[in-house]
């Protein structure tokens, strides 16, 4: 069936360094994509999206990257901070039906 | 500027008794949604409201569930005859329009069955 999971269920990273949270999905039809980072007792929060006719985009200290070929996702966060640390999930929308579809999450951990 | 409002955040209900959630989407947002989280596991859709229209509830349980988003006042998702299973956090999200506009969620309620 339709589905986007994640490679890792905990990544570890030292302070400072860059983190790459990865996500396969499996509906070619899906053209919109976006991470949420979700901290303990709290509801996911927006941090970046890409849509089918880019491979790349950048905001803040975070890329998103987009593979098409291989439908592959990736986030990366340069110099991750504590603050960083939280639940991260990729979501996936078809575009002509509104709903998100969720992966299980990676749960990034920033060590001192 | 609020975002999305959710009432109440904890919640806790008996066996057989009834669950009502309240989401208020951020302003000038017409378009709410409703997912389930377990712990530990990504959100699942549920239901997809516009103002006094469902617009896909295919992720909605059939029986038992129901959500509606009248004219005036929160959308409210509804859980009659609550059951140990439907314990989980609820969310809702908001966007301005809907397909691929972003959705932005609310703090979530926390529903415990006992």
């Known amino acids: 069936g339709e589905s986007v999971g994640l490679h890792l269920p905990t990544l570890s990273v030292q302070e400072g360094d860059n983190s790459i949270i990865n996500c396969a999905y499996s509906n070619s039809a899906s053209d919109y994509f976006i991470w949420y980072k979700q901290e303990s007792g709290k509801g996911p929060q927006f941090i970046i999206d890409i849509r089918s006719n880019m491979d790349k985009r950048q905001g803040q200290r975070v890329t998103v990257l987009l593979n098409k070929t291989v439908k592959h996702l990736s986030l990366q966060i340069a110099a991750t901070q504590p603050g960083d640390s939280a639940v991260y999930f990729c979501a996936e929308n078809t575009g002509t039906a509104s709903k998100l579809t969720f992966g299980t999450g990676t749960r990034l951990q920033v060590t001192l | ?114």
């Open chain 2, 1 to 114: 500027n609020a975002g999305v409002m959710q009432n109440p955040r904890h919640l806790v209900r008996r066996r057989g008794q009834e669950a009502r959630l309240r989401c208020s989407p951020m302003k000038g947002h017409s378009h709410v949604y409703w997912y389930r989280q377990l712990p530990e596991e990504g959100l699942k859709f549920m239901v997809y409201l516009q103002k006094e229209n469902i617009i896909d509830e295919s992720g909605m349980p059939k029986e038992r569930f129901s959500a509606e988003f009248p004219k005036e006042g929160p959308s409210i998702l509804r859980i009659q005859q609550v059951v140990r299973g439907d314990s989980a956090a609820y969310f809702c999200a908001s966007s301005p329009g809907g397909a691929t506009d972003t959705q932005y969620f609310g703090p979530g309620t926390r529903l415990t069955v006992l």
